[in-house]
C-alpha cells in the first residue's frame, strides 16, 4: 500500500475511472449483443438497436475509453454481422 499522500489520492481516482469504464465497456457489450439478438429473430427494432451500439462505441472512443482504431474495428466487425444475420434471415 503507498504512504505517500499523491500517491493514495491517483489509487483512488484510478479506482473510480476503472469502475467508469468498465461500465461502459459492458453497455457496449450489452448493446451489441442485443443488436445481433434482434437481427437474427428478424425484429424490426434491429436497425435501431445497431445504431445505439454503435453509437455507444463512438462515445467510448470519444472519451478515451476505447482506442480509436479498436472503435473503428468494433462497428465495422458488428455492422457485416448485422447484416449478414438480417440477410440470412431474409433469405
Known amino acids: 500500500m503507498a504512504n505517500i499522500k499523491s500517491q493514495i489520492k491517483r489509487n483512488r481516482q484510478n479506482a473510480k475511472r476503472?469502475?467508469?469504464?468498465r461500465s461502459v465497456r459492458s453497455e457496449i457489450n450489452t448493446r451489441t449483443a442485443g443488436a445481433e439478438?434482434?437481427?437474427l429473430s428478424g425484429e424490426g427494432d434491429a436497425a435501431e438497436k445497431l445504431?445505439?451500439?454503435?453509437?455507444?462505441?463512438?462515445?467510448?472512443?470519444?472519451?478515451?475509453?476505447?482506442?480509436?482504431n479498436q472503435a473503428s474495428r468494433k462497428k465495422s466487425r458488428l455492422t457485416r454481422r448485422v447484416a449478414r444475420l438480417s440477410a440470412?434471415?431474409?433469405?
Not at 18 to 21: D, G, L, P, T, W
Not at 51 to 68: E, F, Q, S
Not at 88 to 91: T, V
Request: charged share 30%.
Open 37 to 39: 439478438a434482434a437481427a
Open 88 to 91: 440470412g434471415d431474409a433469405g
Open 18 to 21: 476503472r469502475a467508469r469504464n
Open 51 to 68: 445504431r445505439m451500439a454503435v453509437k455507444r462505441i463512438d462515445m467510448a472512443a470519444a472519451k478515451g475509453i476505447l482506442h480509436p
